[in-house]
C-alpha cells in the first residue's frame, strides 16, 4: 500500500509520537538521526588489537568501485558515491516514491602522521568495507638540552 510523504518516514511515526522524543522508547527514525546529526550511513565498529586497529564500515548497496579511502596528514577518509542515474529504466517507468540514498557520504578517522598508505590494509566483502591500520610509536619528541650559566 502506497503512502502520501504526509507521514514521513512511517506512519506510525506520528501516530505513537512519544512526548520526550522516540530515544526514549526505540532507535530512533533516520530523519530524527539526521536532525541530532547521529550520521545515518556508514555505521562504523573499531576494535582495538594488540598491533593495531580493526575498522568495519557498513556501506549497504555500495560496490567496491563507489567506496574512495584517502590518507592525508594523518587523517583517513572514507567516501562512498551512489548515483541513481547510473540506473537502467525505460519510459515506461515512474517512481512513485524514492528512499535509496543517491550522494556522497564519508567518514574521517585521525591515524597518526606515522601511518603511510602502505600501511593499511583494505578489503570490501558483502557491503562492509573492512581496514586494518597497525599501531605506530610516535615519532619522539627530544626535549631540549639546556646548557648550564654559570654566574
Known sequence: MLMPSIFGESLFDEMFRFPYGMRYVSKPSASAEK?????AFMKTDVKEAENGYEVAIDLPGYTKEDVKAELKDGYLTITATRNS?????????????????????SRTFYVGEEVTQEDIKASF?????????PKKDKKAVEEPKYIPIEG
Open 85 to 105: 542515474e547510473q540506473e537502467q529504466t525505460d519510459e515506461k517507468t515512474k517512481y512513485i516514491r524514492r528512499e535509496r540514498y543517491t550522494g556522497q557520504c
Open 125 to 133: 566483502k558483502d557491503g562492509i568495507l573492512y581496514l586494518g591500520i
Open 35 to 39: 536532525s541530532a546529526g547521529v550520521p
